[in-house]
Structures are given as C-alpha cells and as structure tokens.
C-alpha cells in the first residue's frame, strides 16, 4: 500500500489519516496533527519533530553472539544519560532518550 501512495502522491494531491507516525513520516511532506476535531499544527516531519519532539527511541537489536542484553543496555544508558527503558524482551533493547543539546545522532554510529 505504501508504494501505491507514495506513486500517487506524485500526480495529485493525496490525503492520509494515521495514528502511526512512521507511516506518515515516511508518506507525507507536511503533516497536520488534529486535537479534538482541530488542527493543531502544520508543518513538515522535520519541523514538527523539532517543535513538539520530545526525544528520540533507540531499538539495539543484539546479537546471540554479541554481549549479553544486559552489558548493551547498561552501555546505552550510560552513553544517554538520562535516557529510560521503554521494552526489553527476546533480542531486542528499546529506550526513550530525552531532547537535549548534547544530543547527538552520531554518537550512535560510531
């Protein structure tokens, strides 16, 4: 379905509703937010993101043989002060990092 919009959208104008923003991230050029029935805002994903964004979430998919979960997710707490766990479970590691001007993307590729 993704790609049939994402084609459409190059000929006309296309309107999506979603409660899923990686959806409409990934679909939309400007996004408008409604609270009870009104628009609240407009903008782009980056736009709003930076206005009403309140982190990032970090998903650590770790390897059986890599470290074990727990020396992962120690390490990404210390590497995100401040950072909470939001799931753990199988595999996989899931945290929310708070907006912070120390905050740096590049921190986690490296």
Known sequence: ???IIEETKKERCTILTSHAMEEVEYLCNRIA???SGQISCIGSP???KTKLGQGMCVLEAV???EK???NVRDGLLALFPGSKLFEE???RIKLLVPLSKDLSL???LT
Do not use: D, T, V
Request: hydrophobic content about 40%; overall charge neutral; charged content about 30%.
């Open 106 to 108: 590049s921190r986690l």
């Open 68 to 70: 074990s979960e727990e």
């Open 1 to 3: 379905m993704w790609k």
């Open 46 to 48: 980056r736009h709003l």
């Open 89 to 91: 479970h199988s595999n």
């Open 33 to 35: 937010m409604m609270f």
């Open 63 to 65: 390897a059986s043989e």
